[in-house]
Each structure stands twice: as C-alpha cells, then as structure tokens.
C-alpha cells in the first residue's frame, strides 16, 4: 500500500512541476501567424483534377470497379501462377 501511495505523491508532484514550469512558456509564446480581418479571405483556386479520369478512380458506384478488377486479375502473375487476361486499356 505504500508503494501505491508513494507513487502516486511522485507523480502527482512530478506533474505539477512539468505543469508549473512549462506553463508559463507556452502562454508568452506568440500566436502562429493567424489570419486576421485586415489580411482579408484566404482565395484557393479549384483543384486540378484534369488526370482523375482514369481506371483507377472513375468510380459510379463509390467503388473503382475496373481499377479492382485489374487489380484482382493480376494476383496470380504476381503469385507465380499462369496470368489471366487483364482488361484493355482505355
């Protein structure tokens, strides 16, 4: 039972010390540059997703479905195994 409470007056006191000595630090440190009312709106252009249209990420379904089964087709040439035919390329 002493041991417990021995430990626990340790770390209690060792808590205590980290929180009043790195306290003080960490509420004089300056602000990271926020964004204020004078700087203005933060403009972001469109991202460019002209090369998202490929096997991989045409989805219709919420899943790449051909990107899946090319990627299902090549298990057994990466396995060793005879390879299945893969779909052609668009």
């Known amino acids: 039972?002493?041991?417990t409470?021995?430990?626990a007056i340790t770390a209690s006191v060792l808590a205590g010390a980290a929180l009043f000595t790195l306290a003080p630090a960490a509420i004089a440190a300056p602000a990271p540059s926020a964004v204020t009312a004078e700087d203005g709106?933060?403009?972001v252009d469109e991202?460019?997703?002209g090369d998202l249209?490929?096997?991989?990420?045409?989805?219709?379904i919420g899943v790449p479905v051909f990107g899946v089964i090319d990627s299902v087709l090549g298990i057994p040439?990466?396995?060793g195994l005879p390879a299945l035919p893969?779909?052609?390329s668009f």
């Open 1 to 3: 039972m002493s041991n």
């Open 5 to 7: 409470a021995s430990r």
């Open 41 to 43: 709106p933060a403009v």
């Open 47 to 49: 991202p460019d997703t």
């Open 53 to 60: 249209n490929d096997k991989w990420t045409f989805a219709p």
């Open 77 to 79: 040439g990466r396995l």
């Open 86 to 88: 893969s779909l052609p």
